[in-house]
T-cell receptor, first 113, second 115 residues
Framework: AQSVTQPDIHITVSEGASLELRCNYSYGATPYLFWYVQSPGQGLQLLLK??????LVQGIKGFEAEFKRSQSSFNLRKPSVHWSDAAEYFC???????????FGAGTQVVVTP | DAMVIQNPRYQVTQFGKPVTLSCSQT?????MYWYQQKSSQAPKLLFH???????NEADTPDNFQSRRPNTSFCFLDIRSPGLGDAAMYLC??????????????FGAGTRLSVL
């Protein structure tokens, strides 16, 4: 069975500092991988996705993620966070042809001045 | 802009009183999903429609039903809400072909409170 693990429940980062959110997945084949962001009281917004090809993918809002097959990881990074990046971040893996997603438990990011 | 719209954004109902949440989309996607998300948890898939075909998750309670009268609209019916059903309900859509295949687009959600 496929699964997604986000080891960090909560991360606090200073504005302007770099951010890295970890995601590990378990799946037999190459999965579809996603990062979504959720601001308080809002739905989920897609940051970026990996289906195949270049393992470093660029997303919106200055985020990027790197797929590492050997480590079964898909970590999200941003070089310099802004206060508006405070939100909950979900990693997800999709495997079925119609797009069913398995979400990780999420990482809450707090940005301090 | 094409989007997924959920109404209402906030819904208050009484214990045991049926409630319906609605979702509409202008993306013309053939797959629609309903998720339940409780505080500080990941979204949990309740069911999805693949075109007109309804697919229930094995652990979705019978209390939750859904209707999809056409491509654009999908409804979530909670027949007898309990206190444990208070949550954010998220609607999402995707399509099974094209460049954005398998990407889910989410609405802003409906926050359900049960009194």
């Amino acid at each position: 069975a496929q699964s997604v693990t986000q080891p960090d429940i909560h991360i606090t980062v200073s504005e302007g500092a770099s951010l890295e959110l970890r995601c590990n997945y378990s799946y037999g084949a190459t999965p579809y991988l996603f990062w979504y962001v959720q601001s308080p009281g809002q739905g989920l917004q897609l940051l970026l996705k990996y289906f195949s090809g270049d393992t470093l993918v660029q997303g919106i809002k200055g985020f990027e993620a790197e797929f590492k097959r050997s480590q079964s990881s898909f970590n999200l990074r941003k070089p310099s966070v802004h206060w508006s990046d405070a939100a909950e971040y979900f990693c997800a893996v999709g495997a079925d042809s119609w797009g069913k997603l398995q979400f990780g438990a999420g990482t809450q990011v707090v940005v301090t001045p | 802009d094409a989007m997924v719209i959920q109404n209402p954004r906030y819904q208050v109902t009484q214990f045991g009183k049926p409630v319906t949440l609605s979702c509409s989309q202008t993306l013309n996607h053939n797959v629609m999903y309903w998720y339940q998300q409780k505080s500080s948890q990941a979204p949990k898939l309740l069911f999805h429609y693949y075109d007109k075909d309804f697919n229930n998750e094995a652990d979705t309670p019978d209390n939750f039903q859904s209707r999809r009268p056409n491509t654009s609209f999908c409804f979530l019916d909670i027949r007898s809400p309990g206190l444990g059903d208070a949550a954010m309900y998220l609607c999402a859509t995707s399509r099974d072909q094209g460049g954005d295949k398998n990407i889910q687009y989410f609405g802003a959600g409906t926050r359900l409170s049960v009194l």
